[in-house]
């Protein structure tokens, strides 16, 4: 039997990359600056998925209130502390690159879409050998930030850049689940992702545990 998927996109944190500990860095370097105690990874975990803005965001509720005149500069901070130090301690989380490997082997276009900003996603998959595996790599901003998850305008444009086909996504975050749905797509939730409830709550077609049961998964549906 022919594969029943032509296009699998991903999303990028705590979907391919486990890069909570460098987000939490950069976090906790901006907190630093507003004379505010550090954030633990658990803690900053399940603020992902949104964006850097709105984690920092929250990052700053949590510890005492966004201070409005000095937010952006804050975020400025965060962003260069965050970029200059992106592949720290960030990995691809485990069976990965086996996945992908079997995806690339049975001729599956593979896509990113993240609402980090293009040009951060391009930096952290590059840092990590990963950027040229992939047939497109949209961002949060790529198609202007109306347009980023839970919209599901960016998982209809993957599918464009990628040729048309059936297709399904893979995400971690509630974001990911929403805009899969509403764009008709087959959507696939990582257990192992950075999760801000039970999995039985976000509405998915599908959960994995392990990267190594998803083209098992796939081969089913």
């Known amino acids: 039997m022919p594969f029943p998927f032509a296009i699998i996109g991903f999303d990028l944190d705590g979907t391919l990359i486990d890069s ?58 965060f962003l260069r502390y965050y970029e200059a ?12 690159i086996g996945a992908l490997d079997r995806l690339d082997a049975l001729g599956v276009n593979t896509a990113v879409v993240t609402n980090k900003t293009e040009r951060l996603a391009r930096i952290l998959l590059g840092e990590l050998g990963l950027a040229d595996r992939f047939a497109t790599i949209i961002g949060g901003d790529t198609l202007g930030r109306d347009n980023a998850k839970p919209s599901p305008a960016p998982i209809r444009e993957m599918i464009a850049r990628c040729g048309g086909g059936r297709a399904a996504f893979v995400g971690d975050s509630v974001y990911d689940i929403v805009a899969a749905n509403a764009a008709g797509v087959t959507s696939i939730l990582v257990g192992f992702g950075f999760l801000d409830r039970p999995a039985d709550e976000f509405g998915a077609d599908h959960a994995i545990g392990h990267y190594d049961e998803l083209i098992p998964l796939l081969e089913t549906l």
């Open 20 to 77: 909570a500990g460098d987000l939490t860095a950069g976090v906790n370097h901006a907190l630093g600056l507003a004379a505010r105690a550090p954030l633990g990874v658990e803690q900053v975990r399940p603020m992902i998925g949104l964006g850097g803005r709105h984690m920092l965001e929250q990052g700053l509720r949590a510890t005492g209130g966004v201070p409005g005149g000095d937010f952006e500069r804050l975020f400025r901070e």
């Open 85 to 96: 130090n992106i592949a720290v301690h960030s990995r691809p989380f485990p069976g990965l």
